[in-house]
């Protein structure tokens, strides 16, 4: 079987060293901030998405083991990231006649091992195809070169493709400029209705970064009508700047009133990465919910899977493992997860594919204006240069549930020409989510990472992110006490906490009288109260777990209106024990819906 490794190298010393220094300096002062969330739902996030290429072909020569190991962390929805999309680098520009479809054998030969075994744990994952090649004589015959690609992947590997790009950074290079995108994106809607392909979606312009080329492709994109229309979503890449304003201004109509999509397609670092490496992993996860704060609708790590050779090198990139998240060894078969891998799984089991974002921003301005003068300190925009210090990004699941992720990304790291982070610093934040001004007190699990390892802890999930309780909102409003350097904490609520999710959910009381109160008491029975609606209904109680699925039924009959109590034994419709932990209780009748928390403690 294949196994988790732990990374064990001599910079663990110098590891020791830096933290010495920073203790020697003392305790850091705590800084007062506060994080707002506006009400009112912005774009759904669909999910994270991976990419794959042509050369790895070493992933067929790995034991089933290995393989179930390393796609079970990418695709499962339940022990994994549940990653939603592939994205697959194809050079078919240059394919004609009968080379298009020998160039389709030989890409698909080395994806279909690849999706066959991601569908083994999401059935449900979509292809998109990342055209990388030159550009060619025209638009006409470099649109029907991947059209026919995506047609032969499908007859030959039976691999459906649900969107592509136009070019991978187009911008690199003045491959293409501005002016040319709207007649490529014309050219590939034509190209790909034409093959019955009208199902294919187009992304674009997938450029680099956020900067200027990417604003003229988006202003030239939505000037050309025609061009406009044939676009399913935005692009970019984010390699060391999130989403900014720029591009915010332009594309936030599109999303928010024309349901445009917002894909970022390529985000990973050039990085030399330990494996327990707070920075990377910090940085990295900043940068994902810097842009979920910002409109985008899938987000693609760039490649999460990697072999290496049994120093755990690669010999053409050295230790570049920022490209990576998860790493295996042809010859030993054995897996090793790299530190971000454990903060992604985390924010993914707290805002899930489907839920619909909102829109956070700090008062850090306003607190020190001196140090936080700059408009990135309260939009929290990943920006190319000096970086935030603080990312939060925040929304409502498909069960209702509200899930919210920040970071602390400041710490003690050597600038580069790229990035440099404010000095260490620790946070005392107030979270305000506006939507739940009213809703009385509702209790969050709350999940802290960072690299300090629990030797103790089962699962893989549980190593670096550390259960850190629960924690109390009262009407909207709680507070995280202490965000250190390099943190990230999560809060998910239970399901159902607000009217965004299924159907009318009262907290606190209402006209209608619903109401749910779990009494005091740490062993069962649990004992539940809770106030019927104003008229004689069928009344259902029921006990949820944290993900949604029904525990255990306790009431459903007609009842007239009052107030009653009901216990639970804390035994599930199975007959097992139910686990310690976080569990919603919810009423339902005619007269609406009702929630409240019971904690089991064992």
Known sequence: ?????????????????????????????????TITVHAGARQRFSGLGTSFNPGQTHFRDIHDSTKAEVMRFMFDDSLGLNTQYIRLWASASSCEGDESYFCARQHGYTWDPIITWARKYNPDVNVYLGPC?????????????????????????????????????????????????????????QELDA????????????????????????????????????????????????????????????????????????????????????????????????????????????????????????????????FHMILYRIEEQDVGLLLKGYYFLQVSRTIG????????????????????????????????????????????????????????????????????????ADYRITVHVEELADEGDIVFRAHRCNATLDPGAAGLGSRYCHDEGHVTMHNGTFVIDSLGSFDLMTFRSPPDVS???????VRGGSAAGMRVLTLPGKAPPYRIRYTAGSGPSRVRVSVYDMRGR?????????????????????????????????????????????????????
């Open 550 to 602: 029904e525990v255990r039924g306790l009431v459903d009959r007609v009842m007239p209106p009052g107030t009653y109590d009901v216990s639970w034994d804390g035994v599930s419709h199975t007959g097992a024990r139910a686990a310690s932990g976080l569990y919603v209780v919810r009423l339902e009748s005619a007269a609406g819906r009702a929630t409240g928390p019971l904690v089991i403690e064992r």
């Open 1 to 33: 079987m294949a196994t988790i490794v732990k990374w064990k190298y001599v910079h663990t010393a110098l590891r020791a060293a830096a933290v010495a220094l920073v203790c020697a300096g003392g305790a850091r002062a705590m800084e007062d901030v």
């Open 353 to 424: 594919p489907g839920a619909v974002c909102r829109k956070a921003v700090t008062n850090l301005m306003d607190v020190n204006p001196d140090k936080y003068w700059r408009r990135e300190d309260t939009s929290m925009v990943f920006v190319y240069g000096e970086k935030a210090p603080l990312y939060l990004a925040a929304a409502v699941n498909t069960d209702g549930s509200w899930g919210i992720a920040a970071t602390n990304y400041t710490g003690d790291k050597a600038p580069d020409a790229y990035t440099s982070l404010r000095p260490s």
């Open 133 to 189: 090649g030159a550009k060619g004589s025209s638009a006409r015959f470099y649109a029907a070169s991947y059209a026919q690609h995506i047609v032969y992947l499908k007859e030959l590997f039976g691999i459906d493709v649900m969107g592509t790009g136009i070019a991978n950074e187009p911008d690199m290079h003045d491959k293409f400029i501005a002016s040319e995108m709207p007649a490529f994106i014309k050219a590939f809607r």
């Open 499 to 505: 009217a965004a999710g299924p159907g009318r959910v």
């Open 195 to 322: 093959r019955g392909l009208d199902h294919v979606k187009i992304v674009a312009p997938e450029t680099s970064g956020t900067g200027w080329k990417s604003w003229e492709m988006i202003d030239a994109i939505n000037a050309d009508p025609a061009a406009y229309a044939a676009l399913d979503g935005y692009a970019t890449h984010s390699y060391n700047e999130s989403i900014n304003e720029d591009i915010e201004e332009r594309v936030a109509a599109p999303i928010l009133a024309d349901g445009k999509e917002y894909w970022m397609t390529e985000g990973s670092d050039f990085a030399i990465e330990l494996w327990e490496d707070a920075d990377q992993a910090a940085g990295m996860t900043s940068r994902w919910l810097a842009d979920m704060n910002h409109l985008v609708t899938q987000w693609t790590f760039y490649m999460m899977m990697a072999g290496r050779n049994t120093n755990w090198e690669n010999d053409q990139q050295g230790m570049m493992n920022g």
